[in-house]
């Protein structure tokens, strides 16, 4: 689904009028936040994938990293969560089922949480997923629509897990780069998160379905600001560029830069490969962060304390043409 396809079918839900309601669908939002009491509230999310990769414990440790990450994104806590599976039950052996739900086991027992339940359906295509509950405090959520005019951009995760998933489908991705998004999308946000609510972030998502850019921009229109991007400080996956260049794009990835064409300024300094790197649809990407200029040395501060490396400042935000891009090589 693109960017424009879900703005589409939200336009179509009733407005949410319960004062409980701290964060609902109106700013395309990491998750949906409760409050429950003066002190407690949820934060809940769901994501479910198809296979991005062809071992079946890497796809379930992959898919759910990727759940876990809006909780994470919001500065919440995951507490539980419950899988979903759909899967070809006369095509696939249930050995396939369970080794996708060991992987996803294994990486909610990481992230410290129980998977108490779920539920499995007949699907001629796998998928698998979580719906993930965490909690925060009513005064300390992390929202995509709270950044401030100067805030720098901080990316915790290279691009490119798209392209070079891509390239492995058709069989022109090396072992080592197979390893390397492997490790990438299998690593969990939550070093990232507490790091950035150590040094008192407001404003953060997490990079997926839509990209960079398509991200950036629902940060900054929700921000009602601008964006600036330095193409060239983005972390980028090893091999990523190089397949680009050979024609390895997901679908996805494309039609991400199309629905933002209009909120796109790239003059005569980017090349397509460039922008379709930036659209690039990314599954379990790293966290983008929205931080004041003088707390920005903290945060890198934090991330290194949290063993979080490859991080990169890659932009700001500014009073310009709210939710335009700006890009800079």
Known sequence: MSPGDLAELLGTLPNVTDPAVLVGFDTSDDGAVYRLTEDTAVVQSLDVLTPVVDDPYDFGRIAASNSLSDIYAMGAEP???????GFPRSVLPMSVLRAITAGASAIAKEAGIPIIGGHTI??????????????VHPER????????????LVLTKPLGSGVLTTANKRGALSKESLAEIVTSMATLNAAAARAMSAVGAVCATDVTGFGLLGHLHEMAAGSNLGARLSVGAVPVFTEARRLAEAGFFPGGSRRNLSYLEGNIDSG???SEVDRLILADAQTSGGLLIAIAPERVDALFGALQTH???????IGSLCTEHPGRIVLDR
């Open 79 to 85: 507490r539980f969560a419950l899988s979903f599976a």
């Open 122 to 135: 007949d699907d001629p295509e796998p998928k698998f997923g979580l719906a993930v509950t965490g909690i």
């Open 307 to 313: 063993g979080v490396a490859g991080s990169a400042v």
């Open 141 to 152: 959520v992390v929202r995509n629509s709270a950044g401030r005019p100067g805030d720098q």
């Open 268 to 270: 005569d300094s980017t």
